[in-house]
């Protein structure tokens, strides 16, 4: 069972902003990854002057089982008042009615799924494997011989050259002072 785009969608709406026309303002996405920060190239553009120019990304896994955010910003980002964790490596996994806070804006995030996606997901992958007993039964193991235990091939130690000059040094001294003495 394949997952089109078509399929879902992603719904961020301002709620809070230090801009008042940007509240109420609601745009949707129906591709990952989507860009949100200050800057005009991104996908949503936040107008607001503490949010970074490139703030932060939203991507939905390919199985569109998880859609998680990530943190670019300097000032930080906030998923329903936790911070979001730093870097391009980390993300914060985004549940129905999140809010999310960049600078002093807060968006509102829905997902949105077809109802007969939601259902197959849910019966597919929640519960699908859980449902059906396993097609043929477990085989009990063949007997294995006993493993030998490999003996390690002796090797011999070679002095090295600061442990012989030692030694030459000591015998010079020791002859020196036998022929003194």
């Not at 949100?36 to 199985?63: C, F, K, Q, W």
């Not at 943190?71 to 980002?77: A, N």
């Not at 008042?81 to 993300?91: C, E, I, N």
């Not at 949105?112 to 085989?139: C, N």
């Amino acid at each position: 069972f394949i997952i089109m785009e078509e399929d879902w969608k992603i719904t961020l709406s301002c709620i809070e902003s230090p801009i008042s026309a940007f509240i109420g303002k609601q745009v949707v996405f129906t591709n990952s990854p989507i860009s949100l920060g200050r800057a005009e190239n991104n996908d949503m553009v936040i107008p607001d002057p503490s949010a970074s120019r490139n703030h932060a990304i939203i991507r939905i896994t390919s199985d569109y089982t998880r859609v998680f955010i990530t943190d670019v910003s300097t000032p930080g980002t906030e998923v329903s008042g936790k911070a979001v964790p730093k870097g391009l490596g980390s993300g914060f996994t985004l549940e129905n009615g999140d809010t999310i806070k960049i600078g002093q804006t807060v968006l509102q995030y829905e997902l949105h799924l077809k109802s007969s996606v939601q259902s197959t997901m849910v019966g597919q992958i929640d519960r699908g494997f859980l449902d059906k007993p396993p097609e043929t039964p477990a085989k009990e193991p063949e007997p294995v011989a006993p493993v030998q235990p490999v003996q390690p091939e002796k090797t011999q130690k070679k002095s090295s050259p600061v442990f012989i000059g030692i030694i030459v040094v000591c015998l010079v001294i020791l002859i020196y002072l036998l022929i003194k003495g």
